[in-house]
């Protein structure tokens, strides 16, 4: 049984998730010699039995989303890929159709998968050449082979394997080993040890010619089929193509156990948190409460821009930020929110990733000089909102200050908010959401 999604609309920017610096525009010269088809196979039949989950790894959640979910977005963002398969489980087929529809993922093949993992790579090559009807597709010139639990594979990376399978036949990521690999008897005592720098770690993607990688499985034996799980050797044993192997970069790791979901968690939101975006709503004293937080929050290592509205050319920054730092004075209260909550939400912003909103109200008033009175209905309003906001994947927080004459003290009371803001914005607690802190 085969399912395939069409194009749909969603965020025109969404998000680069690796840890260097590699962006796609160093690249643009290398993506133009990209004139020959590509397509991803990835294998997500697993069971995950090693992270100790009831549910498969490739399906367990961070931040709303499935891991799948991530790794299918980063061939997603490649636009010299055309097209990618995942195959699962049977079982697990209408959940993983419901994920493509739920994200909006774009030319999205999915297939049954095997009972091992080569049977269901098989499965998922046969379908990039044959329909489920047995009808001829058009092949691509290089398949790319890739774990649906690694989702931290960098375009550039990308491109070199490519270019190697089309050129060699056949290329593959390699790792150094981080532990010495030793041999034991069968009474549990060592045999022998391998020189470590003599051998690498195979990793994932990989790379082929379509036809190199078909045959391969089409001549393979039952045996491995059943045991094996290097496509790289079935390559060389059945089509003597010996592959290209390039020393891949740190960000190649695979999800195995519980932990490795948290450190890919705190690795998206990272990347979410290197930047936010101050709106003013053209207040001058907003402006300048804006202003002094723009630099309070870059000496915190946070890129910030200021601008005064969302619209015009403007409204570019909802199509590139995750944070939004909503500055208000007195009677603007929750208004100016309300209209950042809606161009989000217009723009469908928060499909992919949760988006910050965090309400800084400045409290210039007189008769209130420890800033701890109750704001009216502002906290119960806020809370709604916030409640609301929270069903759209976007986490709303709020900030008071109060405006102090005394330079040293407002100087202070600055950088707390600053210091409290960068901390929302990097640990985007859904716990926290609606509350009102004072700074």
């Not at 039995?49 to 959640?61: A, I, S, V």
């Not at 003597?240 to 998206?268: H, M, Q």
């Not at 915190?300 to 995750?322: F, Q």
Request: contains cysteine; charged residues 20%; negative net charge.
């Amino acid at each position: 049984m085969q399912e395939e999604t069409g194009d749909m609309a969603r965020p025109v920017e969404p998000g680069h998730f690796s840890t260097c610096e590699s962006r796609l525009d160093k690249h643009i010269a290398g993506l133009c010699s990209v004139d020959f088809p590509v397509a991803v196979v990835l294998p997500a039949g697993g069971s995950g039995e090693r992270t100790g989950l009831l549910t498969p790894k490739q399906f367990c959640t961070f931040l709303n989303r499935p891991l799948i979910s991530y790794t299918i977005q980063t061939f997603e963002r490649v636009p010299w890929i055309q097209s990618i398969v995942v195959v699962v489980a049977k079982e697990r087929l209408d959940l993983m159709m419901d994920i493509i529809h739920r994200f909006h993922h774009r030319n999205v093949l999915v297939v049954h998968g095997g009972s091992t993992r080569h049977r269901s790579i098989f499965n998922g090559v046969r379908a990039l050449g044959e329909g489920e009807d047995g009808t001829a597709r058009v092949k691509p010139k290089v398949v790319i082979i890739h774990d649906a639990v690694r989702p931290f594979v960098e375009e550039d990376f990308l491109l070199k394997i490519t270019m190697a399978a089309k050129e060699q036949g056949a290329a593959g990521a390699i790792r150094p080993l981080v532990s010495t690999v030793i041999a034991t008897t069968l009474e549990g005592y060592l045999d022998h040890s391998l020189e470590r720098t003599k051998y690498r770690a195979s990793e994932m993607p990989q790379g082929f010619i379509y036809d190199v990688i078909y045959q391969a499985y089409q001549r393979c034996s039952e045996s491995d089929f059943e045991f094996g799980t290097e496509c790289l050797h079935l390559a060389l044993q059945y089509c003597g193509t010996n592959a290209k192997l390039i020393e891949g970069p740190p960000t190649l790791w695979k999800v195995t156990y519980k932990r490795d979901l948290a450190a890919a968690e705190s690795i998206v939101k990272e990347t979410l948190s290197q930047s936010a975006c101050v709106v003013t709503g053209g207040s001058a004293q907003a402006t300048e409460l804006a202003n002094a937080l723009q630099r309070s929050m870059s000496a915190l290592d946070m890129e910030v821009d200021v601008i005064s509205d969302l619209i015009g050319d403007n409204a570019k920054s909802l199509s590139k930020e995750w944070n939004f730092i909503q500055v208000s004075v007195n009677s603007s209260c929750l208004s100016e929110v309300g209209k950042t909550l809606s161009a989000l939400e217009e723009a469908d912003r928060a499909l992919l990733h949760p988006v910050v909103i965090i309400w800084v109200y400045l409290n210039v008033s007189e008769n209130d000089l420890s800033g701890n009175e109750p704001m009216g209905g502002e906290p119960a309003a806020m809370m709604e909102l916030a409640t609301g906001a929270k069903l759209g994947n976007i986490l709303v927080y709020g900030i008071q200050l109060h405006h102090s004459k005394e330079t040293t003290l407002w100087g202070r009371s600055v950088e707390r908010v600053a210091q409290m803001s960068c901390a929302l914005i990097r640990d985007r607690s859904p716990a926290l959401t609606g509350q009102l802190l004072q700074a």
